[in-house]
């Protein structure tokens, strides 16, 4: 069941504060978070959070296409190692 | 940079006419085809490839000298792989992830970091997972601009100005 339009998306308080400090800072950081529960939010777009996999903090660079998600979508728990063939990097 | 790249798997037979069951490890997996021939890893046999249609995790293919379901069976666990320089060539900022893998990675002011186990990507842009003798556990480089500045393949190495709390 979706969860109810009047209440807004849930963040936790603390990647709020985070978040919210690694913009007034100016700095490139990532910001290591705990909370894959959290929604992605607009004023996350253009910072680096490390979301944590349950082993380690994996880096999340957050674009526009990835508001409304959740953090937890883009940090996997179990590692697939493919074959690399023909696969492609594009740095962005 | 490695000269041979490995992009499928021999299955095993698929029907009783010399058919094989191919898992193809390209991004686009019918792309395979245009790496032919493919040979094994220590080049003894070549194989052309023609492939028949697709079936649940792979495809079916014919492989040249390959005319009966025993020869087939043979051939189960075979990697196919292809030259490097087959692979079209890539637009700026764009790499084979099969280039990046093992080269060295090494900090703004010259002090190695590791080298590159894999390449990643979780939906939110490509990872360097680093590994080095400082390091406790691999870590996950951004593949950006502004975390990898320089890639030359040439000299085999990478520079990272890495963001900070990642090291």
Known sequence: MARSVWKGPFVDAYVLKKAEAARDSGRKEVIKIWSRRSTILPQFVGLTFGVYNGQKHIPVNVTEDMIGQKFGEYSPTRTYYGHAADKKAKRK | ?167
């Open chain 2, 1 to 167: 940079m490695n000269d041979k790249v490995c992009v499928g798997a021999i299955a095993g037979a698929y029907g009783v006419r010399g058919e094989v069951r191919l898992k193809s490890f390209c991004a686009v997996p019918e792309d395979i085809v245009d790496y032919a021939p493919l040979s094994s890893e220590d080049g003894t046999q070549n194989f052309s490839v023609q492939v028949t249609g697709r079936i649940k995790n792979g495809l079916t293919a014919r492989l040249s000298g390959v005319e009966s379901k025993e020869a087939a069976d043979a051939l189960k666990g075979l990697r196919l792989y292809a030259p490097r320089e087959r692979l079209p060539a890539l637009p700026d900022d764009e790499y084979y992830y099969a280039d990046l893998i093992g080269l060295e990675v090494l900090d703004t002011g010259g002090t190695p970091l590791g080298r590159v186990r894999s390449v990643q990507n979780h939906g939110a842009g490509d990872l360097l997972e680093i590994i080095g003798p400082g390091l406790k556990a691999t870590v996950l480089l951004p593949f950006t601009q502004e975390a990898v500045p320089t890639v030359d393949l040439e000299a085999g190495r990478i520079i990272a100005d890495p963001p900070d709390g990642l090291f």
